[in-house]
């Protein structure tokens, strides 16, 4: 967070978009990274659940606390899977090799199934034996990763759907199907923020 508020142009970008209450935002940030690494907590789930019986490709954003979305659908018994960075692919460093075996213990709790961007064969036949996909589709805007997964569901038939999850009273909750720009114009402070642009009216 630090590193994020020296960037200049991010910094300017932050107090455009938040004026005197970025630090409010750095606060529900903190507050969703400790709800994250914290393994007792209470969820529940709404939204379309039948959609996911025969797999599916479920997207999102850096919103609210989106870690451990797959982990709650594959304690459903859903079969779970997810895309991610390996930083040792560009960072050589011991920190970043430890850094990412970290993370692959963290995300591949509960039976999921991490994949990395070189994999997209074995993803695609994840997603054709019912297998439910999950990646994050902003970056620069909102949508600038969106173009991929479409590209995706048209090789594999599985259907696209939003999905955001955030605390609300302590409790994760998860809606399938929702409208993501809605879901951060109502809770603003949630969205994460990570680069310097973001889609008009976010």
Known sequence: MILYWCNHQRRRHLKRRFRGNVWLLFKHIAKNLAFMINPDYKYQIVGELPRLNNGAILYSCHFGIWEIMPKL?????????????RYAD???????????????????????????????????????EKG?????IDGDELYSKFQRIKRLALLTGACLIP????????????????????????????????YKSRSKGI
């Open 73 to 85: 659908l594959a304690r459903q018994g859903y079969k779970m899977g997810i895309i991610t960075n």
């Open 163 to 194: 999905f955001g999850i955030f605390l609300e009273n302590g409790i994760a909750t998860l809606k399938i199907n929702c409208n993501l720009e809605d879901l951060i114009h109502s809770r603003p402070y949630d969205y994460w923020w990570f």
């Open 90 to 128: 560009y960072n050589k460093t011991c920190i970043a090799k430890l850094f990412d075996k970290l993370l692959f213990k963290i995300r591949s709790k509960n039976g999921v199934v991490v994949f990395y961007k070189g994999d997209i064969r074995k993803i695609i036949k994840f997603i054709k």
């Open 132 to 136: 439910i996909f999950c990646t994050l």
